[in-house]
């Protein structure tokens, strides 16, 4: 199980807690943003390799508490700590592919040392969110194609305004449909099964930075 002191090192827990007044460049914290449509799931989808390796070490990290709500009652304050949190977590990191960092195309887990790629943005972000009190089954680890064609993961959190996006690309928290990738499949709700979002072909590995 991931120490909070790994997170503490990063300097992000008091960030997650502590709100304050601090946004993401284009977004204003106070404002509750507009309603987002659901991204709706079509059936199971297999894992990629890489978070089948992390529930193997990290088994916590995938197990779902079906008494967890399953979406976020958004206020001003909650959106404020997404959004703090994406900013905080984007902008304190470094980014780095795993083939650099560990010599292997695709590794999930916690940015302990300060360096990752997008998996690993996320997941820190999750465990921050889950630490202020957010619902960990509200907050889904997500695969899509970006921009380039290439696998890339995300962190869906889903509220009662609809599905938004955590990523490391942007410190902007965008509606799903809204953010230009394909979306290929996410952890479920219900169990450690993932479903499909109904995309194309699940990449292989989701290795940029």
């Known amino acids: 199980m991931i120490k909070t002191k790994t ?3 990063l300097g992000l827990l008091a960030a997650a807690l502590g709100a304050g007044g601090e946004a993401a460049a284009a977004q204003t914290l106070a404002a509750l943003p507009d309603p987002a ?4 799931s079509a059936g199971e989808a297999r894992p990629v390799l890489a978070w089948t390796k992390l529930c193997e070490r990290l088994p916590d990290e995938c197990e779902v508490d079906t008494t967890e709500p399953a979406t976020i009652a958004l206020t001003a304050k909650t959106w404020q700590a997404i959004v703090s949190v994406n ?14 960092h560990w010599g ?17 943005y996320q997941l820190i972000k999750r465990k921050l969110l889950a630490s ?5 089954r509200a907050m889904r680890m997500t695969v899509v194609i970006d921009e380039k064609r290439e696998g890339h993961a995300v962190l869906m959190v889903r509220t009662d305004r609809g599905d938004f996006i955590l990523d490391n690309k942007t410190n902007a928290v965008l509606p799903w449909h809204d953010t230009g990738y394909i979306y290929v499949k996410r952890e479920g709700q219900g169990g450690p099964a993932w479903v499909s979002l109904g995309g194309v072909t699940s990449p292989v590995a989701t290795a940029n930075r």
């Open 37 to 40: 449509l659901e991204a709706r």
């Open 87 to 100: 900013r905080r977590v984007n902008t304190t990191l470094k980014p780095l592919t795993d083939q650099d």
């Open 132 to 136: 202020a009190g957010l619902p960990r």
């Open 104 to 120: 292997v195309p695709d590794i999930w887990d916690f940015a302990s040392d300060g360096a990752g790629d997008c998996e690993d």
């Open 7 to 9: 997170i503490l090192r």
